[in-house]
């Protein structure tokens, strides 16, 4: 019996024969936030000619503005046309000589330099002689690759009837490759880096120079056109480590834009493939955010079991644990702050899910508060309920009590946090939803659980104002915590906090949020409607 994937592989390619191709260029494929739509243009100039020459175009305040993502070549960091505009006001404590040199790290380490240099270091491990064969690029330690015209040999998985994930026999040698001039030693010397979730090394250790083009010869059961992102993503059941496969794999489209050709509509579509590398159906509470980057159900290995599957255009995105990775193992210099990167894909996905933001008007310019509330057995607020009290005693203050988890969709979650001033909640997943708050956001970590620099680290690559407790004495801890492998641990108890400390520091918070420009604009322009 014929799969649904592949009921839909054939029902597109039928289409696709039957219908001639339009002419004109297809605007509505251009799915961006407004103000990406000038880096779009400039990084496609075919496309900004279309539009220009285009009456329909709905584009054109757009064109002609000059604007870099920061990965181009003379695009420079922080300066008039760049998206990234890193702020490094504080003190790098020693890692580096001056502060241009402390601007430079941080852009390296998580901002669009971070693709930048990944770009330069990609080498032509396959080489095509023509058009028509296969190809196979890739990074410095096979942290990132795509290809053309490669072979997937998965007829194996028919006889592995177990569900797995973190696998790295999935392949065997000859099973993955392409009719191209393979340079072995230096693929071997990349793959330096064995391990499921920090390097492609596992997967293209196998790979082969075929005898013979792979499609054009017949030796595959089933050939995929659309773009295909393979991705090996960690731990799905949890916003931190989920949401550093989802920053990844939207670094890795800019990756893939930077070798910028054609119209560019195919490089930012979401008419691609998702392929998770692994045999488990994909199930998470927060699913919906790969609307931001596909169209189509998320496919495992078990959609491709049987086949010899041949990807007209594949890529293997950059992945959750790599060594100096992103977000998971960035080691972030100090004193430095908003990464353009971050800020870009929080925008992306909030427009790819059509998340907006309130008018002010609807909650009369209060300081919007939420307090993310947990139902789990540990870092529970004990006194939650006269916390949430003090604050609604503040006639500036509009507060809600939030708790996030399978009864309220991931979507309605993103709304609840995009229209919060100020966030508040204990070391948790959770707390990465300061992703999404608006740029003069703050976001409250009432008690890190001598986890300092996970959100701290994570606020400072958005850009929004973090805040954590100060007075440990005003803090009261259950009991010394019990950890599931035994011993003490902050992490494994519920915490009772003094009530006008926890006030102090949100009024610390409020005055952040007003003296914010961005939040005076927004508050101005709601005003005046």
């Known amino acids: 019996m014929e799969s649904g994937f592949l009921k839909v592989i054939s029902c597109i390619s039928f289409l696709i024969l039957i219908w001639p191709l339009e002419s004109a260029y297809n605007f509505s494929r251009i799915n961006l936030p407004t103000e990406h739509l000038p880096f779009f243009f400039n990084s496609f100039p075919e496309a900004a000619e279309a539009c220009r020459k285009d009456d329909r175009c709905p584009y054109k305040m757009h064109l002609d503005q000059e604007a870099c993502w920061g990965y181009e070549n003379n ?3 922080g300066g008039a046309a760049s998206y990234s505009k890193p702020s490094c006001p504080g003190d790098h404590k020693g890692w580096v000589q001056t502060k241009q040199a402390q601007i430079a790290t941080f852009f390296s380490q998580g901002d669009f330099g971070y693709v930048r240099d990944k ?10 002689t023509f058009r028509e064969d296969s190809s196979l690029e890739c990074t410095k330690h096979l942290h990132y690759c795509r290809g053309r015209n490669i072979m997937i040999n998965f007829t194996d998985l028919a006889h592995r009837p177990e569900m797995f994930r973190y696998k790295m026999d999935v392949l065997k040698d000859g099973q993955i490759g392409g009719y191209c001039r393979l340079k072995k030693e230096w ?50 059941v949890n916003m931190y ?27 930012w579509s979401q008419d691609n493939l998702i392929l998770i590398w692994e045999t488990h159906p994909y199930q998470s509470a927060f699913e919906e955010a790969f609307s931001a980057f596909t169209l189509h159900p998320v496919l495992n290995l078990r959609s491709l079991e049987g086949h010899v599957a041949c990807f007209r255009n594949v890529i293997f995105p950059l992945l959750p644990r790599m060594i100096f990775g992103l977000y998971y193992n960035t080691p972030l210099i100090w004193g430095c702050h908003k990464s353009g990167l971050f800020h870009a894909f929080s925008r992306h996905m909030l427009h790819r899910l059509a998340v907006t933001r309130t008018p002010a008007r609807r909650h009369e310019g209060k300081i919007r508060i939420t307090l993310m509330s947990r139902d789990t057995p540990y870092r ?25 988890n399978r009864l309220l969709s991931f979507k309605r979650q993103l709304e609840i946090t995009h229209n919060s001033d100020i966030f508040i909640g204990i070391h948790g997943a959770g707390l990465t939803h300061l992703l999404f708050l608006p740029d003069w956001g703050v976001v409250f970590e009432l008690y890190n659980c001598e986890d300092e620099s996970c959100y701290l ?13 100060e007075n440990k004495s005003l803090l009261y801890q259950q009991d010394q ?43 101005a322009e709601h005003d005046e409607l």
């Open 119 to 128: 770009v330069r270091d990609m080498k032509m491990m396959c080489e095509p």
């Open 187 to 236: 693929l071997d010397a990349e793959g330096d880096q064995l391990s499921p979730l920090q390097s492609w090394g596992p997967e293209f250790r196998n790979f082969v120079s075929l005898s013979k083009r792979p499609i054009e010869s017949g030796d595959c059961t089933l050939i995929i056109d659309k773009p295909t992102y393979i991705m090996k993503i960690d731990a799905a």
């Open 75 to 77: 695009c420079a960091i």
């Open 481 to 523: 915590g019990h950890h599931p492998e035994g011993g003490a641990h902050a992490k494994f108890t519920n915490y009772a906090f003094d009530v006008a400390e926890f006030l102090r520091i949100v009024e610390k918070g409020a005055r952040h949020v007003l003296s914010q420009r961005s939040f005076k604009n927004y508050k």
């Open 241 to 267: 480590h989920h949401f550093c496969d989802f920053l990844n794999l939207y670094a890795s489209f800019h990756m893939n834009a930077s070798y910028a050709f054609g119209d560019g509509s195919s490089f």
């Open 380 to 404: 529970r607020i004990l006194n939650e309920e006269e916390l949430i009290a003090g604050l609604e005693e503040n006639p500036d203050y509009a507060v809600q009590r939030v708790v996030y």
């Open 457 to 469: 680290d994570l606020a400072r690559l958005r850009g929004v104002k973090y805040l954590t407790w």
